[in-house]
């Protein structure tokens, strides 16, 4: 039989880096597994992984490259996976049953590998820890209160989405559930309790503005993937800036044989295609080789120039904790500005529901980014950020996204501000289905044909968001009135344009139509405008 003493609890972590906050809570966790007796051990860690010496000097720590797997091999029955999908919450028997206890988490690797799942495949038995998300210390004390305190896990005191005060003025809304302490506050890695004030500060101000002009640009797509493509649309003198295509921080596993695009007709009149269907995650290369490509562009540029990137990236919140980091870092080396824009909206990511759908989620990435700028210390300058919507179609999923907002604004002190700069809607509308007389127009991982749809039969839900998007945000304006939108869906030509400006957008931002016709739409575009400007 287990006894209390002999108590392992385990964290997966395959990502060769380690944030500052991962770093907090694994010192949380090996303090408190020494001091309960128990042991506390990173598995899975690449050949590269560097132990910080904090972590190493506790003795209940180990640090191990082998996975689960191999290091109960002889007996994985012992073995108890944490598994928000398990039949069975945890309870203080299982101290008796299992010796070690897993955290699984989604962790390193692009598409993020869900871990949890590959090891419920592999027969692990798993067992429930409730409902709200929790940080991997909340997850771990509480296991820990339950299999050696026994207590069983609805006695525990909890404390859900606490309110955190830095300081008299200054205070946050953390997004998880955490155990409550003796003194009534919730118990959190020590730097938590110590953010200095200082740094803080950094964020009353209005983040810095996103600069476009003119105002027109290209949006995240494939036609922005390689140096060529990026050289050449920032040649383009017809643009303000230039978007990335969307990557991750070790790459995505693209498939061409599943990861497609195509265009057609929306009328299907046979007339010329002016619209496009794809089934496409994000780019393969890594978002250091786009900061590789920037850097190669900047240093290609004779003066400084205020037309700049727009450095589309994703993730889950600690890669975007890291994104931000290193393209701030990034900036500093570079003739023209850069800035950040969080994908939260591609709709072809399967079992993972876009993340701008999301109260809980988006303020899980807004609580990364607020992380990331207050400890990235006051010589890091503060670059600006967005985050790309999904299409809207309901009242409900607009309020989402604004009490999202909201709540971040909260976060930094009353009278706050958000901390984004700016909003890219939309993406495309996703699960569409397109077919054409000779079978499906494209591979996909949710079936055949299915994919998101841009162009034209997207553009009224786009200024459809826009508008309702200017018009929820100047609502609000002491906290979100300096949020700029970028207008993105089914401009095709100066028209299109001029709608899209109507309707409240800072800048315009072409996709498909740039697929269709190439770096030359911005010159259509930008000549058309100028006709009209002469005519008045
Ligand atoms: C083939 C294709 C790939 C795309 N890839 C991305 C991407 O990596 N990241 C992103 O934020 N949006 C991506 N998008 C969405 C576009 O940026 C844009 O939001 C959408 O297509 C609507 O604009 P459009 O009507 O001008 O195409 C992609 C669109 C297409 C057509």
């Not at 395959?14 to 991962?22: A, I, M, N, Q």
């Not at 390193?108 to 429930?128: A, I, N, Y």
């Not at 295509?245 to 061409?256: C, E």
């Amino acid at each position: 039989m287990a006894t209390a003493s002999s108590k392992t609890y385990i964290v997966e972590h395959l990502d060769p880096e380690l944030g500052t906050w991962s770093e907090l809570e694994y010192l949380a966790i090996a303090r408190e597994s020494q001091e309960a007796g128990a042991k506390f051990c990173l598995s899975s860690l690449p050949e590269t992984f560097k132990v910080p010496e904090a972590l190493s000097s506790i003795p209940s720590f180990t640090a191990e490259t082998r996975g689960v797997e191999d290091l109960y091999a002889s007996d994985k029955s012992r073995v108890c996976l944490l598994d928000p999908a398990a039949a069975k919450d945890l309870a203080p028997e299982d101290g008796e049953k299992f010796d070690a206890f897993l955290f699984g988490g989604i962790l390193g690797d692009d598409p993020p590998r869900d871990r949890t799942s590959e090891l419920r495949k592999k027969g692990f038995e798993g067992r429930r820890l409730g409902p709200i998300q929790m940080t991997t210390d909340t997850a771990v004390r509480v296991t820990r209160l339950v299999v050696q305190g026994k207590t069983p896990l609805n006695e525990i005191p909890y404390l859900d989405h606490p309110e955190l005060k830095f300081n008299k003025h200054e205070s946050t809304q953390m997004p998880f559930r955490y155990v409550k302490g003796q003194d009534g506050k919730p118990i959190m890695p020590e730097f938590c309790e110590n953010v200095p004030g200082k740094d803080m500060d950094i964020m009353e101000e209005v983040p810095p503005p996103l600069e476009i002009n003119p105002p027109l640009l290209n949006a995240a797509c494939p036609w922005a993937t390689t140096l060529d493509d990026l050289r050449r649309l920032y040649a383009c003198p017809w643009t303000g800036a230039v978007t990335t295509r969307t990557s991750l921080i070790h790459g995505f596993d693209h498939d061409p044989a599943k990861h497609q695009y195509t265009f057609f007709d929306a009328g299907q009149t046979g007339l010329a295609p002016n619209a496009s269907i794809n089934s496409f995650g994000y780019s393969p290369l890594a978002l250091e080789s786009y900061l590789g490509f920037i850097k190669t562009i900047s240093d290609e540029q004779s003066a400084r120039s205020s037309k700049g990137f727009i450095v589309s990236v994703t993730g889950d919140p600690e890669d975007i904790e890291r994104c931000y980091k290193l393209i701030a870092t990034a900036a500093q080396d570079m003739k023209f500005p850069l800035a950040m824009e969080i994908n939260l909206s591609c709709p072809n990511i399967p079992n993972r529901q876009p993340p701008a759908y999301s109260q809980d989620l988006l303020s899980a990435y807004l609580f990364s980014l607020q992380r990331a700028i207050a400890t990235g210390g006051v010589n890091l300058t503060r670059i600006p950020v967005g985050l790309k919507t999904p299409p809207y179609t309901h009242a409900t999923e607009y309020q989402t996204l604004i009490a999202a907002l909201e709540q971040a604004a909260a976060n930094t002190s009353s009278g706050g501000v958000c901390p984004l700069s700016f909003i890219t809607a939309t993406n495309t509308l996703g699960m569409c289905l397109v077919v054409a007389d000779d079978g499906d127009l494209l591979s996909s991982p949710a079936g055949p044909g299915f994919g998101g749809v841009a162009g034209a039969p997207l553009h009224p839900l786009a200024l459809g968001n826009v508008a309702m998007l200017r018009r929820l945000l100047d609502s609000n304006a002491a906290k979100l009135g300096h949020i700029r939108v970028v207008g993105v869906g089914g401009v095709l030509d100066e028209e299109g344009f001029r709608r899209m400006m109507r309707a409240g957008a800072h800048a315009v931002a072409v996709a498909t139509g740039l697929g269709l016709k190439g770096v030359g739409i911005f010159e259509e575009i930008g000549r058309g405008t100028e006709r009209r400007q002469s005519q008045i």
